[in-house]
């Protein structure tokens, strides 16, 4: 008997659910657990798992289509079932809107035994077509064995999955197959031709960058939002509007923590540490709170709660092919944790985010959070409290510029922070005594070692 797969609550509050991204198609082998679909909650992108051995009978929501929780969204035809037969006694659903992520367009219904294809406008002539997925490792009676996570992976690292032995059941190509393939730096098969392969010239070409002119006319778009962006929008209107904020801003000198860092890391690199200076950061932000209690606080109306477990959150941005927006991930009694684990944690957590999404455990019960811009060149900015905390750190990059060191000139690394603080539980002096142990924490680095 077909099994029906709906749009499952992934949190408390969903109520709806975009589908971002399908990870099989039509007449994919599918196990209990794989993954086969990314869906947008009023949360975070996270995956969504299959809890049966089956084959993918057909799609009913296309990608970019919005339903509600309990809607059906696909069939399963269960092991010793005919796919087609399935297929065709499902009512076929109405053409599907256009994505609201990346003007991507939803693929059509497969014909039984036929490909799916995605129908594109052609710019031009000269347009390349978009390269084909691998081909999939196929069984003696000519089924693919290759698991929906597998596909997708390959896709993302271009691994030609024809060279890979599967060490799933029956021969089957797994997800751990993929990775063991793009850790040894395995490529695709597919090369390019020695005529095609593009001649550097020895000697570079001048290019003339005087004047810049635009090419062509923007084209003007509506946007549409998605559950996470008409979240964060909610959100931020209502911590801007009831949160009393103030801001208080001061400047660190980054070189003993940058010198400090470098030496660790040319010590812990054969063991695949690298910290970075967020690591620190985090480190210090929790220890200055262990001193100061009241940094580690929520405003409760008639009172106010000072919790016992100093949990940072790290705000992250997603890429646009999971529906863009921000998430805030958890590291929990980050005063009690060692860099060298708060540094594996932050990019489990941040690699988790960008890729398959974080779980509500993840995103859940900071009281402080931290966000950094450093990276993309950011100076100074200030950034909106994330309730119900009481302050949020903003931090920009360690830049190198003339300093005043010992009352001499001289060049240096300084980097720039700026509190933002509910006035209702943090008072300006409370600001500036929180920032001069964090100063001291930072500018005195071995501190954070111990």
């Not at 657990?33 to 057909?58: H, L, S």
Request: glycine letters at 8%.
């Amino acid at each position: 008997m077909s099994i029906e797969i709906t749009m499952p609550r992934l949190s408390d509050t969903m109520e709806q659910g975009t589908i971002i991204k399908w990870n099989v198609a039509e007449g994919d082998v599918v196990s209990a657990g794989d993954a086969v679909a990314d869906i947008e909650t009023d949360k975070a992108t996270m995956e969504m798992q299959v809890f049966d051995d089956g084959t993918i009978a057909r799609i009913l929501v296309g990608q970019g289509k919005m339903v509600e929780v309990g809607t059906v969204i696909a069939i399963l035809a269960e092991e010793g079932e005919d796919r087609e037969k399935v297929a065709a006694t499902v009512t076929a659903q109405p053409a599907v809107q256009r994505s609201q992520h990346a003007g991507a367009q939803p693929p059509p219904a497969a014909e039984p035994d036929k490909p799916t294809v995605t129908a594109t406008a052609t710019a031009s002539s000269t347009t390349p077509a978009p390269a084909p997925p691998p081909q999939r490792e196929a069984a003696g009676d000519g089924r693919v064995r290759l698991s929906p996570v597998a596909r997708r992976l390959a896709q993302e690292h271009a691994v030609d999955v024809s060279t890979l032995q599967g060490s799933g059941p029956g021969g089957r190509i797994v997800k751990r197959d993929v990775l063991r393939a793009v850790e040894a730096g395995q490529e695709t098969a597919a090369a390019i031709p020695p005529s095609a392969k593009a001649v550097v010239p020895a000697t570079p070409v001048p290019i003339d960058t005087t004047i810049v002119q635009a090419t062509g006319v923007l084209e003007e778009a509506t946007v549409a939002l998605s559950n996470m962006r008409q979240t964060i929008a909610r959100r931020l209107v209502e911590a801007k509007a009831t949160i009393p904020h103030y801001q208080v801003t001061v400047t660190f000198n980054m070189d003993p923590l940058l010198e400090l860092r470098r030496t660790l890391n040319d010590q812990l690199d054969e063991q695949g540490v690298r910290l970075s200076v967020n690591d620190f950061l985090v480190r210090g932000c929790a220890l200055a709170m262990h001193q100061h209690p009241q940094f580690n606080a929520s405003w409760r109306g008639d009172h106010i709660k000072i919790h016992g477990m100093v949990n940072i959150g790290l705000a992250i941005a997603l890429p646009a092919d999971r529906g863009g927006g921000l998430v805030v991930a958890t590291v929990r009694n980050a005063d009690q944790k060692t860099l060298r684990t708060i540094s594996l944690e932050s990019q489990h957590l941040a690699g988790k985010a960008r890729t398959r999404g974080l779980t509500l455990e993840e995103m859940a019960d900071a009281t402080f959070t931290l966000s950094n811009l450093g990276m993309f060149g950011v100076e100074h900015f200030t950034a909106i409290i994330n309730p119900p905390n009481c302050a949020i750190l903003a931090v920009g990059a360690a830049l190198q510029k003339p300093v005043v060191r010992h009352g001499e000139m001289t060049v240096g690394h300084e980097m720039s922070a700026t509190l933002s603080l509910d006035h209702r539980v943090i008072d300006g002096a409370m600001a500036a005594q929180y920032l001069a142990t964090l100063k001291q924490l930072i500018e005195n680095p071995a501190t954070l070692l111990v």
